[in-house]
T-cell receptor, first 112, second 115 residues
Framework: DAGITQSPRHKVTETGTPVTLRCHQT?????MYWYRQDPGHGLRLIHY???????DKGEVSDGYSVSRSKTEDFLLTLESATSSQTSVYFC???????????FGPGTRLTVL | AQSVTQLGSHVSVSEGALVLLRCNYS??????LFWYVQYPNQGLQLLLK??????LVKGINGFEAEFKKSETSFHLTKPSAHMRDAAEYFC?????????????FGTGTSLTVIP
Protein backbone atom coordinates (compact mmCIF):
# COMPACT_ATOMS: atom_id res chain seq x y z
CA ASP A 1 0.00 0.00 0.00
CA ALA A 2 1.12 3.53 -0.76
CA GLY A 3 2.23 5.35 2.37
CA ILE A 4 -0.72 7.67 2.91
CA THR A 5 -2.25 8.50 6.25
CA GLN A 6 -5.17 10.75 7.09
CA SER A 7 -5.98 12.34 10.41
CA PRO A 8 -8.30 12.35 12.13
CA ARG A 9 -10.11 9.26 10.89
CA HIS A 10 -13.38 10.34 12.45
CA LYS A 11 -14.58 13.73 13.58
CA VAL A 12 -17.84 15.19 14.83
CA THR A 13 -18.12 18.95 14.93
CA GLU A 14 -20.72 21.68 15.10
CA THR A 15 -21.96 24.02 12.41
CA GLY A 16 -19.85 27.15 12.11
CA THR A 17 -16.63 25.76 13.53
CA PRO A 18 -13.43 25.51 11.49
CA VAL A 19 -12.09 22.03 10.78
CA THR A 20 -8.72 20.94 9.39
CA LEU A 21 -8.03 17.52 7.93
CA ARG A 22 -4.50 16.33 7.34
CA CYS A 23 -3.07 14.08 4.66
CA HIS A 24 0.48 12.81 5.03
CA GLN A 25 2.46 10.82 2.46
CA THR A 26 5.80 9.06 2.60
CA UNK A 27 6.09 8.46 -1.17
CA UNK A 28 7.46 11.88 -2.20
CA UNK A 29 4.79 12.10 -4.93
CA UNK A 30 4.27 15.42 -6.64
CA UNK A 31 0.47 15.45 -6.82
CA MET A 32 -1.95 15.39 -3.90
CA TYR A 33 -5.74 15.55 -4.02
CA TRP A 34 -8.71 15.96 -1.72
CA TYR A 35 -12.03 14.32 -2.63
CA ARG A 36 -15.35 13.97 -0.92
CA GLN A 37 -17.50 10.89 -1.30
CA ASP A 38 -21.27 11.08 -1.03
CA PRO A 39 -23.93 8.50 -1.91
CA GLY A 40 -25.03 8.84 -5.54
CA HIS A 41 -22.17 11.18 -6.41
CA GLY A 42 -19.11 8.97 -6.39
CA LEU A 43 -15.94 10.92 -5.63
CA ARG A 44 -15.74 14.59 -6.38
CA LEU A 45 -12.54 16.60 -6.44
CA ILE A 46 -12.32 19.47 -3.95
CA HIS A 47 -8.78 20.78 -4.44
CA TYR A 48 -5.49 19.45 -5.65
CA UNK A 49 -1.82 20.31 -5.47
CA UNK A 50 0.89 19.91 -8.07
CA UNK A 51 3.77 20.99 -5.85
CA UNK A 52 4.67 22.80 -2.66
CA UNK A 53 2.50 25.93 -2.43
CA UNK A 54 0.94 25.13 -5.82
CA UNK A 55 -2.76 24.33 -5.56
CA ASP A 56 -5.86 24.59 -7.69
CA LYS A 57 -9.61 24.23 -7.31
CA GLY A 58 -11.61 21.19 -8.20
CA GLU A 59 -15.27 20.62 -8.93
CA VAL A 60 -16.62 21.33 -5.42
CA SER A 61 -14.20 23.82 -3.85
CA ASP A 62 -16.66 26.30 -2.30
CA GLY A 63 -16.28 26.41 1.47
CA TYR A 64 -12.91 24.66 1.44
CA SER A 65 -9.31 25.83 1.40
CA VAL A 66 -6.04 23.92 1.22
CA SER A 67 -2.39 24.40 1.97
CA ARG A 68 0.76 22.52 1.13
CA SER A 69 3.90 23.85 2.81
CA LYS A 70 5.81 20.56 2.55
CA THR A 71 5.83 17.84 -0.09
CA GLU A 72 4.49 15.29 2.37
CA ASP A 73 1.57 17.21 3.88
CA PHE A 74 -1.66 18.49 2.32
CA LEU A 75 -4.18 20.16 4.61
CA LEU A 76 -7.87 20.64 3.91
CA THR A 77 -9.68 23.33 5.91
CA LEU A 78 -13.40 23.85 6.20
CA GLU A 79 -13.51 27.49 7.08
CA SER A 80 -16.95 27.36 8.71
CA ALA A 81 -18.38 23.87 8.66
CA THR A 82 -21.95 23.33 7.45
CA SER A 83 -24.16 20.24 7.58
CA SER A 84 -23.79 19.88 3.80
CA GLN A 85 -20.12 19.16 4.38
CA THR A 86 -20.90 15.99 6.28
CA SER A 87 -19.13 13.43 4.14
CA VAL A 88 -16.24 11.03 3.85
CA TYR A 89 -13.08 12.78 2.74
CA PHE A 90 -10.32 10.99 0.86
CA CYS A 91 -6.81 12.11 0.14
CA UNK A 92 -4.97 10.75 -2.89
CA UNK A 93 -1.45 11.04 -4.24
CA UNK A 94 0.05 10.61 -7.69
CA UNK A 95 3.47 10.63 -9.28
CA UNK A 96 4.41 12.69 -12.32
CA UNK A 97 3.74 10.92 -15.60
CA UNK A 98 2.35 7.71 -14.12
CA UNK A 99 -1.31 8.64 -14.11
CA UNK A 100 -2.38 6.44 -11.20
CA UNK A 101 -3.76 7.93 -8.01
CA UNK A 102 -3.39 6.13 -4.68
CA PHE A 103 -5.90 6.71 -1.94
CA GLY A 104 -5.73 7.12 1.81
CA PRO A 105 -8.10 5.40 4.26
CA GLY A 106 -10.51 8.33 4.51
CA THR A 107 -11.86 10.66 7.19
CA ARG A 108 -15.51 10.49 8.18
CA LEU A 109 -16.69 14.00 9.11
CA THR A 110 -20.05 14.72 10.68
CA VAL A 111 -21.23 18.31 11.04
CA LEU A 112 -24.11 18.69 13.48
CA ALA B 1 -14.21 17.75 -20.67
CA GLN B 2 -14.23 14.21 -19.35
CA SER B 3 -17.05 12.26 -17.79
CA VAL B 4 -17.82 8.69 -16.80
CA THR B 5 -21.11 6.82 -16.74
CA GLN B 6 -21.51 3.60 -14.83
CA LEU B 7 -24.70 1.81 -15.82
CA GLY B 8 -26.36 0.13 -12.87
CA SER B 9 -25.76 1.46 -9.38
CA HIS B 10 -26.43 -2.02 -7.98
CA VAL B 11 -25.53 -5.36 -9.55
CA SER B 12 -26.24 -8.78 -8.03
CA VAL B 13 -24.69 -12.02 -9.23
CA SER B 14 -24.61 -15.54 -7.91
CA GLU B 15 -21.35 -16.95 -6.62
CA GLY B 16 -19.51 -18.50 -9.56
CA ALA B 17 -21.36 -16.44 -12.17
CA LEU B 18 -19.89 -13.90 -14.57
CA VAL B 19 -19.38 -10.39 -13.25
CA LEU B 20 -19.93 -7.54 -15.74
CA LEU B 21 -19.75 -3.93 -14.57
CA ARG B 22 -20.26 -1.31 -17.24
CA CYS B 23 -18.35 1.92 -17.76
CA ASN B 24 -18.66 4.39 -20.60
CA TYR B 25 -16.51 7.47 -20.82
CA SER B 26 -16.46 10.75 -22.64
CA UNK B 27 -13.11 12.27 -23.44
CA UNK B 28 -11.93 14.72 -26.05
CA UNK B 29 -8.39 13.34 -25.99
CA UNK B 30 -6.90 9.85 -25.56
CA UNK B 31 -7.77 8.85 -22.03
CA UNK B 32 -6.26 6.93 -19.19
CA LEU B 33 -8.92 4.66 -17.68
CA PHE B 34 -9.05 3.06 -14.26
CA TRP B 35 -11.13 0.72 -12.15
CA TYR B 36 -10.97 0.95 -8.37
CA VAL B 37 -12.59 -1.21 -5.71
CA GLN B 38 -13.74 -0.01 -2.30
CA TYR B 39 -14.48 -2.41 0.53
CA PRO B 40 -16.64 -1.19 3.41
CA ASN B 41 -15.03 1.54 5.50
CA GLN B 42 -11.87 1.51 3.45
CA GLY B 43 -10.19 3.66 0.81
CA LEU B 44 -10.09 2.95 -2.89
CA GLN B 45 -7.76 0.26 -4.18
CA LEU B 46 -6.56 0.15 -7.78
CA LEU B 47 -7.88 -2.89 -9.68
CA LEU B 48 -6.45 -2.13 -13.10
CA LYS B 49 -5.65 0.67 -15.53
CA UNK B 50 -5.50 1.33 -19.25
CA UNK B 51 -2.76 3.66 -20.47
CA UNK B 52 -2.81 3.10 -24.27
CA UNK B 53 -0.85 -0.15 -24.35
CA UNK B 54 -2.83 -3.41 -24.71
CA UNK B 55 -6.58 -2.90 -25.01
CA LEU B 56 -7.30 -5.91 -22.78
CA VAL B 57 -6.04 -5.13 -19.32
CA LYS B 58 -5.66 -7.69 -16.56
CA GLY B 59 -5.84 -6.61 -12.96
CA ILE B 60 -5.80 -8.02 -9.48
CA ASN B 61 -8.19 -10.61 -8.05
CA GLY B 62 -8.98 -12.08 -11.49
CA PHE B 63 -10.59 -8.96 -12.94
CA GLU B 64 -9.98 -7.66 -16.42
CA ALA B 65 -11.30 -4.87 -18.63
CA GLU B 66 -11.29 -4.16 -22.34
CA PHE B 67 -10.85 -0.72 -23.84
CA LYS B 68 -13.12 -0.26 -26.85
CA LYS B 69 -12.55 3.09 -28.46
CA SER B 70 -15.40 2.71 -30.96
CA GLU B 71 -17.85 2.16 -28.11
CA THR B 72 -16.10 4.54 -25.64
CA SER B 73 -16.36 1.73 -23.12
CA PHE B 74 -14.15 0.13 -20.49
CA HIS B 75 -16.29 -2.62 -18.94
CA LEU B 76 -14.97 -4.67 -16.02
CA THR B 77 -15.40 -8.44 -16.03
CA LYS B 78 -14.57 -11.47 -13.95
CA PRO B 79 -15.43 -14.99 -15.12
CA SER B 80 -16.47 -16.35 -11.71
CA ALA B 81 -17.64 -14.25 -8.78
CA HIS B 82 -16.47 -14.90 -5.23
CA MET B 83 -18.11 -13.75 -2.05
CA ARG B 84 -15.08 -11.58 -1.36
CA ASP B 85 -15.79 -9.58 -4.54
CA ALA B 86 -18.75 -7.90 -2.84
CA ALA B 87 -17.77 -4.23 -2.79
CA GLU B 88 -18.24 -0.86 -4.48
CA TYR B 89 -16.52 -0.42 -7.84
CA PHE B 90 -15.59 2.88 -9.41
CA CYS B 91 -14.54 3.67 -12.96
CA UNK B 92 -12.42 6.78 -13.55
CA UNK B 93 -10.99 8.63 -16.52
CA UNK B 94 -8.12 11.08 -16.69
CA UNK B 95 -6.81 13.28 -19.43
CA UNK B 96 -3.41 12.24 -20.74
CA UNK B 97 -2.71 15.86 -21.58
CA UNK B 98 -3.75 17.28 -18.22
CA UNK B 99 -0.71 18.26 -16.22
CA UNK B 100 -2.81 18.19 -13.06
CA UNK B 101 -3.70 14.55 -13.69
CA UNK B 102 -7.28 15.13 -12.61
CA UNK B 103 -9.57 12.14 -12.36
CA UNK B 104 -13.28 12.04 -13.13
CA PHE B 105 -15.15 9.29 -11.36
CA GLY B 106 -18.37 7.48 -12.10
CA THR B 107 -20.98 7.27 -9.38
CA GLY B 108 -20.04 3.70 -8.56
CA THR B 109 -21.59 0.24 -8.79
CA SER B 110 -22.31 -1.81 -5.71
CA LEU B 111 -21.72 -5.50 -6.36
CA THR B 112 -23.60 -8.07 -4.29
CA VAL B 113 -22.60 -11.72 -4.54
CA ILE B 114 -25.34 -14.20 -3.66
CA PRO B 115 -24.22 -17.51 -2.15
Amino acid sequence: DAGITQSPRHKVTETGTPVTLRCHQTENHRYMYWYRQDPGHGLRLIHYSYGVKDTDKGEVSDGYSVSRSKTEDFLLTLESATSSQTSVYFCAIGASGEGTQYFGPGTRLTVL
Amino acid sequence: AQSVTQLGSHVSVSEGALVLLRCNYSSSVPPYLFWYVQYPNQGLQLLLKYTSAATLVKGINGFEAEFKKSETSFHLTKPSAHMRDAAEYFCAVSDTQDTGNQFYFGTGTSLTVIP
